[in-house]
Structure formats: C-alpha cells, structure tokens
C-alpha cells in the first residue's frame, strides 16, 4: 500500500483524553470524531507529548499560564519536544508534507490562539506551544495551525462546525 506522505502534529490529549486534568475531559478516551477526520483523509497523526501530564502527573491540579510559565517548564517543554521535531525534520527531509499543528483553545500549554490566565481565558498562547513554535522557527520552519475550540465535545453544533472547518484545514472534502 502507498504512504499518503501527509502528517499532522496533534495536542497529547486528542489521542489521550485520560491525560486531560480531571474533570476537563470532553470524551472518555480520545476526541473520536477529530481522530475520525485524520484516518479518513489519510494523515499519520504525530501524538505530540503532554508537557503538564509529564511535569506533574497524572492528578495535577488545573492550573493557568502565569504557573506554568517558569524557566524549569520551559526548559521541560523544550526537551520534550526536541525528538518530535527531529522525527519532523526527517519526514520533511524524506517528501513528506506536515499539513498542520493543532492546539486546544484556552489551554495554558497547548493553546495557539487563546490560553487561560489567571483571570481567564484569553489570547495569547500556550507556554508549551510557544516553544514548539520557537522550535520548529528555529528549524525555518512555519505550519499551518488551529485550535480545537473549547465547544468541541460538549456543543454539538460547536463540535459538527468545527469538524468542517478541521477537514478543509486537511485539505479534504467538506
């Protein structure tokens, strides 16, 4: 069978709700109908590693960007994501095409458009996202991106509207 050759870089969480901070979880086990839109248009999914389950475990407290942006964070974000973009430079040295990187809308570590700040949400990003930006810019490179939005899972309209949006953003059929 042929590689599509197509990737996308997508948030820990959309593969593993079980790493979301108790009681945030919009699924049981990975937000399915995202997952559904990657294997029908083809994509290899690049899981990218949860920087907050990593840090502090599996039953931290939720917490917002201020706490989470301090040099010994930072530093893990930016280890962590280190083996991810070498994986991303090898598939972009080899033909393949990274067609995007997702966030979640108002994560103080995954956002790319909005985060949660002390008073709330938000725009700005995530802590995590910021160094994987730097990284990836530091490589030259510059990727497509969206946010999954905060009614994804919980609004059904939210959720169907978005899952359009996430499949044009593919560059797959409406």
């Given at each position: 069978?042929?590689?599509?050759?197509?990737l996308i870089l997508l948030p820990h969480c959309?593969?593993?709700?079980?790493?979301?901070?108790?009681?945030?979880?919009r699924e049981p086990g990975s937000l399915s109908?995202?997952?559904?839109?990657?294997?029908?248009?083809?994509?290899?999914?690049?899981?990218?590693?949860?920087?907050?389950?990593?840090?502090?475990?599996?039953?931290?407290?939720?917490?917002?960007?201020?706490?989470?942006?301090?040099?010994?964070?930072?530093?893990?974000?930016?280890?962590?994501?280190?083996?991810?973009?070498?994986?991303?430079?090898?598939?972009?040295?080899?033909?393949?095409?990274?067609?995007?990187?997702?966030?979640?809308?108002?994560?103080?570590?995954?956002?790319?458009?909005?985060?949660?700040?002390?008073?709330?949400?938000?725009?700005?990003?995530?802590?995590?996202?910021?160094?994987?930006?730097?990284?990836?810019?530091?490589?030259?490179?510059?990727?497509?991106?969206?946010?999954?939005?905060?009614?994804?899972?919980?609004?059904?309209?939210?959720?169907?509207?978005?899952?359009?949006?996430?499949?044009?953003?593919?560059?797959?059929?409406?």
């Amino acid at each position: 069978m042929k590689r599509s050759k197509r990737l996308i870089l997508l948030p820990h969480c959309v593969l593993n709700q079980n790493a979301v901070v108790r009681d945030l979880a919009r699924e049981p086990g990975s937000l399915s109908g995202l997952v559904r839109v990657c294997l029908e248009e083809g994509l290899g999914m690049i899981q990218l590693p949860c920087p907050e389950f990593t840090y502090l475990g599996a039953e931290r407290p939720p917490m917002d960007r201020e706490e989470y942006n301090a040099v010994a964070f930072r530093q893990h974000c930016r280890r962590l994501f280190a083996p991810v973009l070498e994986q991303v430079t090898e598939y972009l040295a080899r033909g393949y095409r990274i067609v995007g990187l997702v966030g979640i809308a108002a994560s103080p570590s995954c956002g790319l458009f909005t985060t949660h700040f002390r008073s709330g949400e938000g725009p700005g990003r995530g802590v995590f996202m910021e160094e994987v930006l730097a990284a990836l810019e530091g490589e030259g490179l510059s990727l497509p991106s969206l946010d999954v939005p905060l009614g994804y899972g919980v609004d059904a309209e939210e959720t169907t509207a978005f899952l359009a949006r996430f499949r044009a953003f593919c560059g797959g059929h409406p």
